[in-house]
């Protein structure tokens, strides 16, 4: 056949597209389990490390059955609600209205107590950010936080999930003495907010520590019904 | 193939990209990725087995195919293998080696615009056999990737005391704890990838006279 008439032209493309798709999408789907798999000790990962377990990808879900007792979806009432906390989609939760959203809480036993991970989810400079912060038992101490983010600035922004950046939240307060809700502030240098409930913020990452601040009064405030009516 | 397998001939396939035809320093191709993944050492080793394998393969698929691609669409037909190739590439580091893939899926997804990958499907590998371009694609991703893997050495050692990650630089010299000695800055900019490459084509051409232009 005339290799440069237009019909072989034509048909050497169709056939050649149709193959290629066979291939990758053949292996996206022999791949997809695995793929899958990796995130979801990802996430483990990430819950362990913000009530300050260590894990690796090999002992995430050993530890994780271990010390994860229980896991169930709220609504911003505060009340129980049914279905799978762990595969719930939070940046589809929080497109719902207030009243609608359904929020996911992990609760962990560690050996410092019974402790409840909350998971968030915001915007940082370029993309996503999100996160899991611990409370403890009062409902209003901070045990531990990790923070995650798909693009932000390596060096800047990007250093919120960095252990330097996280551990500064172990202790702070979600609550004020009279029991409002302040959440906590990520303050630049100079910055006035009370020690309680202040972090300090990046240099050069403002942006980013502005979307980590907002990100977790946001979602502070969908789990406040929940933490008022757990209090001890 | 009446040929042996590594004759002189084939063999100069694989060292000639080292030197006297270096994608980078002699054919200045590659330039972008040069600049974006040498500012540490680890992500220029990982770019260069990436491109290795993508490029050897790439050559071996269109050099089987070169007689049956219609001429009119031969450089798309070549883009369609090499984004394939990457994107299989991408998927099997994310479903195997999961944290590499993490910190490089925005590398190994640039393999696909690099220059070197078009330039040689369509220098060689539409015109020679499997063999000698599989040789040819080992050869030119070994001299793109030796000169990656010395600017990345460079880069950072001098940008950030440091190589694969371990400090090398005690910080005791640093003037910041009472020392002698600075971090150049500009060594983790991009254009000092440029005046890097830049040295180094200059240290060859001075030894390798064949290089210098009249």
Known sequence: ????????????????????????????????????????????QNILASVNIESTAETAEA??????????????????????????????????????????VFVCKTDEGTKYVLPVYGAGLWGPIWGYVSVSDDMNTIFGANFDHEGETPGLGAEISTTGFEVQFKGKQIFDEAGKMVSVTVAKAGQVAPEAHKVDAISGGTITSKGLEK????????YEAFLNKNKN | MSEPLFSKKNLKLLSDPLNDSNPITVQVLGICSAL?????????????????????????????????????????????????????????????VYDVSKQLSVFVGLIITNCILMGRLEAFALGNRPWQSFLDGIGNAAGYGFILIVVGFFREI????????YKIIP??????NGGFYENNGLMV??????????VIIWVQRSRNTKLIED
């Open chain 1, 1 to 44: 056949m005339d290799r440069n008439s237009n019909t072989y032209t034509f048909l050497y493309a169709a056939i050649m597209v149709i193959v290629v798709a066979a291939v990758l999408a053949s292996v996206s789907l022999a791949l997809k389990p695995a793929q899958k798999k990796n995130v979801e000790i990802e996430k483990k």
């Open chain 2, 189 to 198: 900019l991009s254009p000092m990838a440029l005046i890097v490459v830049g």
């Open chain 2, 36 to 96: 974006a993944v040498t500012a540490q050492l680890k992500p220029a080793i990982v770019m260069t087995i990436s491109v290795m394998a993508v490029l050897a393969l790439a050559n071996v698929i269109v050099s089987m195919l070169r007689n049956t691609i219609p001429n009119r669409i031969r450089i798309i037909v070549q883009l369609v293998v090499i984004a394939a190739l990457v994107i299989l590439v991408d998927q099997v580091l994310r479903a195997y």
């Open chain 1, 215 to 222: 990100m977790l009064l946001d979602d502070f405030a969908g």
């Open chain 1, 63 to 104: 530890i994780y059955a271990d010390k994860v007792v229980d896991e169930y979806l709220v609504n911003t009432k505060g009340e129980k609600v049914d279905g799978n906390a762990f595969t719930t989609d939070l940046k589809k939760e929080r497109a719902k209205s207030f009243e609608e959203m359904v929020l996911p």
């Open chain 2, 171 to 176: 910080d005791s010299w640093y003037i910041v």
């Open chain 2, 158 to 165: 001098l940008g950030s005391g440091s190589l694969l990650g």
